[in-house]
């Protein structure tokens, strides 16, 4: 990849890759760094990496950066009861629909919500999406559905909702 490619990827995929990572860590700072590890990894192998493949090396970049971040998280940091039932009570004022949908978002496991985002936000295929989570094709679609199936469990029907 030439370095004119490489600012076209800059160009062309970071808003996306920001948004994705948005989505997953609700944190703007920490999405920034998301973003600024996978361009900078990306930057560090741009002879071996494909400028037709550089999405997908983003996105998986992107993706195992998160999930580093959300190990850290796990053992630095937890709710005491008071904070959980503070956050809680928080939550039950409802503002709007996609308020609604965030906090849907926000209760599923991680693998679920990040193929969820890639495939219905993102827009990739399942085996795009495979190849940046690590998962065959199948799995893809069983946590798709599983994802979905709990959304909808959560939300019901947008009847109710409207």
């Known amino acids: 990849m030439t370095q004119q490619e490489y600012n076209t990827c800059v160009d062309s995929h970071s808003n996306a890759l920001y948004r994705f990572a948005m989505k997953q860590l609700r944190d703007r700072d920490e999405a920034c760094e998301i973003v600024q590890i996978s361009f900078e990894k990306l930057w560090l192998k741009h002879r071996d990496v494909d400028f037709l493949k550089a999405k997908s090396y983003l996105f998986t970049t992107a993706y195992r950066a998160m999930m580093d971040f ?23 004022s409802y503002r709007g629909l996609k308020e609604l949908l965030d906090k849907a978002l926000k209760s599923l496991p991680e ?14 295929n399942y085996d795009e999406i495979g190849h940046i989570t690590g998962l065959n094709e199948s799995q893809v679609k069983v946590y ?10 959560l939300i019901g029907s947008l009847e109710s909702v409207l």
């Open 70 to 92: 959300w190990r850290k998280a796990k053992r630095s940091t937890e709710l005491t009861p008071a904070l959980e039932q503070q956050s809680s009570a928080q939550d039950v």
């Open 111 to 124: 693998i679920q919500r990040t193929v969820l985002l890639l495939r219905d936000y993102e827009g990739y």
């Open 144 to 153: 798709i559905f599983r994802a979905r199936q709990k959304m909808k469990s």
